[in-house]
């Protein structure tokens, strides 16, 4: 069964930062693309950054790029993003899955809520 389990969320002022992290179970995690996505309330879930089974190649979505990494530790099965300068548009639920550019179809975890505040 696979689980995707998301942590690190929190509320923080426009300008900080946090450190979101995904631990994943149930695949073979060094051989998968992954990618953190969020949701904004009354939003379509969207691909936030994606990082490549080898972690040699990552993509972000314009609205982070410069101001979020992703990065990953295949010995830990975990997945990061981390987030600064964060805004108040950043505001939402993270996930995490596998794919790089779009979400696998596996069943999501629960996310983490992120607020920032302005």
């Known amino acids: 069964q696979v689980q995707f389990v998301e942590s690190g969320g929190g509320l923080v002022q426009a300008g900080g930062s946090l450190r979101l992290s995904c631990v994943a179970s149930?695949?073979?995690?060094?051989?998968?693309?992954m990618g953190w996505y969020r949701q904004a309330l009354g939003k379509q879930r969207e691909l936030v950054a994606g990082?490549?089974?080898?972690?040699?190649?990552?993509n972000y979505v314009d609205s982070v790029r410069g101001r979020f990494t992703i990065s990953r530790d295949n010995a830990k099965n975990t997945v990061y993003l981390q987030m600064n300068s964060l805004k108040p548009e950043d505001t939402a639920v993270y996930y995490c899955?596998?794919?790089?550019?779009?979400?696998?179809?596996?069943?999501w975890g629960q996310g983490t809520q992120v607020t920032v505040s302005s």
């Open positions: 990082i490549s089974s080898s972690g040699g190649i990552i």
């Open positions: 149930g695949i073979t995690f060094s051989l998968n693309d």
């Open positions: 899955n596998v794919g790089r550019r779009l979400p696998a179809g596996y069943l």
